[in-house]
């Protein structure tokens, strides 16, 4: 019902930016809620940034806060997340997310996921 494609990757140095864009497709209309999780090699895939689609105040993880900023274009159907002042522990896979529920800082508020796109940030 709901297709979404990351881009935006890549290696960058330590104290370097990155934006990471998400691209929405299908039946758009019923996302409530998008947001950004990361999942490094051999660990969970953790809360990152999300925003409730037609207006809200966005939430961060404390690890990121102050550091990466989530914005939305509603008519492109696009979630943009920037990511500067990159750290190494930020290496990781990151996962564009869609879903229908209010909750949105747990996987578990997610019913659609993109396949995923590396950032890796060296020292």
């Known amino acids: 019902q709901i297709q979404l494609v990351e881009s935006g990757g890549g290696l960058v140095q330590a104290g370097g930016s990155l934006r990471l864009s998400c691209v929405a497709s299908?039946?758009?209309?019923?996302?409530?809620?998008m947001g950004w999780f990361r999942q490094a090699p051999g660990k969970e895939r953790e809360f990152v940034t999300a925003v409730m689609w037609r207006g809200g105040n966005p939430e961060y993880a404390d690890s990121v806060k102050g550091r990466f900023t989530i914005t939305g274009d509603i008519a492109k159907n696009t979630v943009y997340l920037r990511m500067n002042s990159l750290k190494p522990e930020d290496t990781a896979v990151y996962y564009c997310?869609?879903?229908?529920?209010?909750?949105?800082?747990?996987?578990?508020?997610?019913?659609?996921w993109g396949q995923g796109t590396q950032v890796t940030v060296s020292s």
């Open positions: 997310a869609a879903g229908r529920s209010f909750v949105i800082s747990t996987t578990l508020a997610y019913d659609y």
């Open positions: 299908g039946r758009t209309d019923i996302i409530n809620t």
